[in-house]
């Protein structure tokens, strides 16, 4: 076992606190600048360190590829292994690798490519023009947030609430929208994640990836899915 004294003697007492709690789920409030990448970076370190986990079976998660590498070279720094392999990224970045790596499972070609957001709109104009639909009525900006909405609460066009003619169109063009990347085997950022919650949820025994701990930077700035992703990824 590492000397775990130098990993924990720059902490503050609610530093210290917060990287040794007990091996359960935790919420830890924090303002700007308080130091949550010290904490987070730390934490993992620690739990290492103390053969809590091994280092496959940590994901962390943050908000930008800027953040993420900042984990990972404080965690370089901190740590005698190299922590290239672990899982750590952005939501989008780890759900990209999993689905490369059960892309069978995920039902998607192996070289399956991924729409950016101006690539998203351009198929959506392409499938209104095929379609005819009336793009005054329904601006295809407007049906890429409505596609982008659902998918980050979850919901594919079946579990759509549809409540009159304006929605039950717009779900009817989300449809045809999921047909179309299907058959030209891409994906959009939104699908990125979906996937992945439905593949963790639903084949969760068949996937080899299990992670005993899920660390999640700014977690309230993240919405419902990404939410449900990560409760998703913690065994039982």
């Not at 965690?75 to 990224?89: E, F, H, S, Y």
């Not at 449809?175 to 058959?183: K, P, S």
Request: aromatic residues 8%.
């Amino acid at each position: 076992m590492y000397d775990q004294t130098p990993l924990l003697s720059n902490l503050n007492p609610e530093q210290l606190r917060a990287v040794t709690l007990p091996s359960e789920s935790a919420l830890i409030l924090a303002g700007a600048g308080s130091g949550k990448t010290r904490v987070l970076t730390t934490r993992i370190a620690w739990l290492l360190q103390t053969s809590q986990v091994g280092s496959g079976g940590v994901l962390a998660v943050t908000f930008t590829n800027k953040a993420a590498k900042e984990m990972m070279l404080r965690l370089q720094a901190m740590l005698p292994v190299n922590v290239r392999g672990m899982w750590i990224g952005t939501f989008h970045g780890l759900c990209n690798r999993f689905l490369r790596a059960h892309y069978k499972m995920a039902n998607l070609p192996q070289t399956f490519q991924i729409l950016d957001t101006q690539d998203q709109l351009s198929a959506i104009k392409r499938l209104c023009k095929q379609h005819g639909v009336d793009d005054e009525r329904f601006p295809p900006k407007q049906l890429q947030w409505f596609i982008a909405g659902c998918k980050e609460d979850g919901l594919r066009p079946k579990d759509v609430d549809v409540r009159d003619d304006e929605t039950r169109r717009k779900v009817d063009i989300y449809q045809l929208y999921e047909d179309q990347c299907q058959r030209e085997g891409v994906v959009d950022f939104g699908e990125l994640m979906l996937r992945s919650y439905e593949l963790l949820r639903d084949k969760w025994e068949m996937t080899t990836k299990v992670f005993t701990h899920s660390e999640v930077r700014e977690w309230a700035t993240w919405p419902t899915l990404c939410a449900s992703l990560a409760c998703s990824t913690k065994s039982s």
